[in-house]
């Protein structure tokens, strides 16, 4: 069974920078595309950020490019998404999750596995 567990989640002032991290076990890590989510109170859940196989191809949703970056690691099992000049509206539980398929999507349920979620909180 894949099983996804994140962390770095926590409160922080507007501005500042936070990374989340997601280690994976169960599924050979470097076979899984690997997407980022995050689900404000009362929202969908949204795309946020995905990474190839192989780290050379990434997707970010227009809310965050060039604020996030998203980053693997497969000898550690770890994705990571590394936030900069956070805002409040940024606020959100993030989930990453994992698909065993060829292509980033931004589609939640295109993903196969999820994590429990790991919640972000930006101040103003």
């Known amino acids: 069974q894949v099983q996804l567990v994140e962390s770095g989640g926590g409160l922080v002032q507007a501005g500042r920078s936070l990374r989340l991290a997601c280690v994976v076990s169960?599924?050979?890590?470097?076979?899984?595309?690997m997407g980022w989510f995050r689900q404000a109170p009362g929202k969908e859940r949204e795309f946020v950020a995905g990474?190839?196989?192989?780290?050379?191809?990434?997707d970010y949703a227009d809310s965050v490019k060039d604020r996030f970056t998203t980053s693997r690691d497969n000898a550690k099992n770890t994705v990571y998404l590394q936030m900069n000049s956070l805002k409040p509206e940024d606020s959100a539980v993030y989930y990453c999750?994992?698909?065993?398929?060829?292509?980033?999507?931004?589609?939640?349920?295109?993903?196969?596995?999820w994590g429990q979620g790991t919640q972000v909180t930006v101040s103003s």
């Open positions: 999750a994992a698909r065993t398929s060829l292509n980033i999507l931004t589609a939640p349920s295109q993903y196969n596995y």
């Open positions: 169960g599924r050979t890590f470097s076979t899984l595309i």
């Open positions: 990474i190839s196989w192989s780290g050379t191809y990434t």
